[in-house]
């Protein structure tokens, strides 16, 4: 309680109802406002609120959910952590998931390239941007030169310059470049203030137009057929999406300490999430 109480209010604990910083600490965790008499608990309002576990436990899955490189299944959460239920760590992994957006955080910049990709199984029909039955996934790529910057992906209902246009708003800063295969829908972009800058497949290098988005699709498709077996239902991928964007965008860091805080400062951040409002007919 007291290393939380230390990462929510770094410069000291101020009241939750009138901010006042007039408090005296009851216990470890709890403190009461001078001002309003307003007794307050680290936890509250957070993803920690109302846990029935002890909070080391909550410390142990999350240590274990940044330490694993290729990500964690429910089981595997499971038993590294003795839980009795199945569904006990299965509704913390996807609270985590919850906490690994941070509100607020900056869009891609610069040049970025740009692609769709579609997940789902086989299905008869038009294949490509037409195809039915697919869940399509915008993926959006950070291009520093010599190596891939931070990425974005965002489900789209389709491949239309409309769902295009507004996904990408939430993406990327309007003043990018944004490089496309060549696909009309992205020509749309110019009218929010972006450049294009596309790139057919016939003039591109060893064929691929965007091959820094194709070589996070295939990471995604990996890691989604690795870890979770491909068994990710459509209600809850934007979740798997948020995790693997997690991953992906702090591949660098050497330091597992620092995941872990940044996990603990996010979800000190996400408000409380019920056991009931999560779907538990999903695998992972």
Not at 60 to 83: E, P, R
């Amino acid at each position: 309680m007291e290393y939380l109480a230390t990462v929510r209010w770094p410069n000291g604990y101020s009241c939750l109802r009138c901010e006042s910083t007039e408090v005296t600490k009851i216990r470890s965790g709890y403190y009461r406002c001078h001002k309003c008499r307003y007794r307050g608990s680290v936890i509250y309002g957070t993803l920690f609120q109302n846990t029935r576990k002890p909070l080391q436990f909550w410390f142990q899955a999350i240590w274990y959910v940044v330490s694993q490189k290729n990500g964690v299944s429910a089981l595997g959460l499971q038993k590294a952590l003795g839980l009795g239920s199945y569904h006990t760590a299965w509704e913390w992994l996807h609270k985590l998931r919850r906490a690994m957006v941070r509100s607020g955080r900056d869009r891609l910049s610069g040049l970025v390239e740009m692609d769709e990709i579609f997940i789902g199984g086989v299905h008869a029909g038009k294949r490509g941007r037409g195809s039915k039955g697919k869940i399509i996934v915008l993926i959006a790529v950070e291009d520093m030169g010599k190596r891939i910057g931070r990425i974005r992906l965002s489900i789209i209902p389709d491949a239309s310059s409309k769902s295009i246009a507004e996904a990408t708003l939430q993406m990327v800063e309007p003043g990018s470049t944004i490089r496309s295969d060549g696909w009309s829908a992205y020509n749309a972009l110019t009218k929010f203030g972006y450049i294009s800058a596309p790139v057919t497949h016939a003039a591109a290098e060893n064929g691929d137009a965007t091959p820094l988005a194709h070589r996070v699709a295939s990471l995604l498709k990996r890691w989604w057929l690795g870890t979770h077996q491909g068994a990710i239902s459509p209600e809850h991928l934007p979740y798997y999406l948020d995790e693997f964007t997690f991953r992906f965008n702090r591949r660098a860091s050497k330091s597992r300490g620092k995941l872990f805080y940044r996990l603990i400062e996010q979800a000190l951040q996400t408000a409380p999430i019920e056991g009931k409002m999560l779907n538990t007919t999903s695998s992972g």
